[in-house]
């Protein structure tokens, strides 16, 4: 089971239950989750088979200073501001890449950051007009509501930001590494990366 199936299955766990125990394996994992992409990020530019351990180690007493404090402190905000924080630093560093490094990936990379971002901004709107928003449901047709369940489009935005993003990510080494990565649309709208093998120079 990777990382994105640990996410979804603690997701579906707090959504059934609603429960404080089920909500750690959806929020928390949120942290670890986002801790790998800031790896991968800063790693973009290395040679194959290194292994930073100094930022794995920092990343590792993030995500356990965060597990700890939470497990005390039970407040969701805590949670929201140091996943904030995750995401911030995956936007400079974004920002970075397609700035200065691979300026024709800014389309990608825009793309994937401002979806996300609004998914994170609708889930912040959710969280603190909520009751308003179950009252405003109340009173409008049931067609009209649902399109203001904010944290459900934070998990639909969110999940297709991350999923671009991934692919930024992934065409963003897979180029440092001299291989061909280009973007296919599977059946004109889904976005894929298919990577090819460097030339060999004779």
Request: proline share 4%.
């Amino acid at each position: 089971m990777d990382w994105k199936s640990v996410v979804g299955l603690g997701s579906w766990c707090f959504h059934m239950t609603l429960q404080y125990e089920m909500q750690l394996l959806d929020e928390l994992p949120m942290i670890y989750s986002c801790c790998i992409f800031v790896y991968c990020m800063f790693e973009s530019f290395k040679a194959k088979n290194t292994v930073n351990y100094h930022l794995i180690f920092i990343l590792m007493l993030f995500s356990l200073i965060v597990t700890t404090v939470y497990l005390k402190v039970k407040e969701p905000v805590f949670h929201q501001v140091m996943y904030g924080l995750l995401v911030f630093t995956l936007v400079l560093r974004s920002i970075y890449i397609v700035t200065w490094v691979y300026p024709w990936l800014r389309g990608l990379g825009y793309t994937s950051l401002g979806i996300f971002l609004m998914g994170f901004f609708l889930w912040n709107v959710d969280n603190i007009f909520c009751e308003s928003l179950r009252s405003f449901r109340t009173k409008v047709p049931p067609f009209v509501g649902v399109f203001t369940q904010l944290h459900a489009w934070w998990h639909i935005l969110t999940g297709l930001g991350s999923y671009l993003h991934i692919l930024f990510s992934l065409y963003t080494r897979t180029l440092y590494l001299r291989y061909r990565p280009k973007v296919k649309f599977l059946f004109g709208i889904w976005p894929v990366i298919l990577v090819e093998p460097p030339k060999k120079h004779l």
